[in-house]
């Protein structure tokens, strides 16, 4: 699970700059937090479903019983994102606190939580990927570690305007760090059980789909300058297409 630890890391790694500036504008940070939306959304499709589907064909289903077996595994995905974020307290960096107990629990708790909620499924999708073929992990955990740069140089100045930079890049890594370990759950799930693959790929691309729809896009567009915000959402989904394709 090297890559998945590397990928996990990489959120620190992009929370370093911040060492050697003041701040970074809030566009700036919505367009670092919409590339890595963009990625995750290609490696939702390009890495996640189509290889879904193929695993679900592999165990002899046919095209309409495969889909609908994929698209099941998707919405429970997604629905169990949902179950997590609407009971785990955590805050926003726009819309504020949210989930049960909020208002007692400590303000960088919160933002980890949040950033956490974010990182699960990230690491999931790279586990269950490398079941499918080596290949296809690689290329997600490189995907993968491609957008938690950007985003956790995004993440760590959001924080910095409450905490000192050094706590903000600390728990940027910290929170990069929980892909590995859901990554090796989702490895050992599907290895245990084949026919659990399309279920466990399915699952992983319902629960990055609804984060970027949930939490992201609503997080990075929601004022007049989104502009900036779409663009790098487009050029992350390219960049996670053109990696999967080329090296998947």
Known sequence: MTGSLLAGAATGLGALPLLLVRR?????????????????????????????????????LVQVPAAALVGAAVLLGAATLHLLNAVAP?????????????????????????????????????????????????????????????????????????????????VALLTGLVEPVAAAAGLTAVSAAAPLLPWGLGFAAGAMIWVVSSEIIPETHGDERSGLSTAALMLGFVAMMFLDVTLG
């Open 24 to 60: 970074i504008s809030a566009p700036l940070q919505n367009a670092f937090l919409a590339f890595a939306a963009g990625v995750m959304l290609a490696a939702a499709f390009f890495s996640l479903l189509l290889p879904g589907l193929k695993a679900a064909a592999d165990l002899g």
């Open 90 to 170: 955590h805050e926003h960096f726009v819309a504020g606190r949210h989930g049960a107990q909020a208002p007692a629990v400590s303000r960088i708790w919160l933002f980890v939580i949040a950033i956490t909620l974010h990182n699960v499924p990230e690491g999931l999708a790279v586990g269950v990927s490398y079941s499918a073929s080596l290949e296809n992990g690689a290329s997600m955990a490189l995907g993968i570690g491609l957008q938690n740069v950007p985003e956790g140089l995004a993440v760590a100045a959001a924080l910095a305007a409450f905490y000192p930079r050094g706590t903000s890049i600390l």
